[in-house]
């Protein structure tokens, strides 16, 4: 399984970017999908998740500027960000939980490579 994103970039505070993640390889059902950051010095840390089914969960740190949402046709996963703070600066990672088969019932985990975002003026 392969995750690409896209969408990150230098945006100034109060700014908007949406970050894009698509998957693709041996893709039987995905559960779950989220996005991730790290920020220098720091852990990773849980940025938003949506599980199939519907619910999304989101850090406190964004509520109510960041929204989650999926493409289940184009195993697909977006991330709009509005409102950026200098602190949402940060390598944004796509994590989602894959079924490979139908003769496989277990999920697992594949990471993106990591797409930077910099919120500075």
């Known amino acids: 399984v392969q995750l690409v994103e896209s969408g990150g970039g230098l945006v100034q505070p109060g700014g908007s970017l949406r970050l894009s993640c698509a998957a693709s390889?041996?893709?039987?059902?995905?559960?779950?999908m989220g996005w991730y950051r790290q920020a220098p010095g720091k852990g990773r840390e849980l940025v938003a998740q949506t599980i199939s089914g519907g619910s999304t969960n989101y850090a406190d740190s964004v509520k109510g500027r960041f929204t989650i949402s999926r493409d289940n046709a184009e195993n697909s996963l977006y991330l709009h960000m509005n409102s950026l703070k200098p602190e949402d600066t940060a390598v944004y990672y796509c994590n989602v939980g894959v079924r490979p088969s139908s003769t496989n019932n277990r999920f697992y985990s594949y990471w993106g490579q990591g797409t930077q975002v910099t919120v500075s003026s």
């Open positions: 390889g041996s893709i039987f059902s995905i559960w779950n």
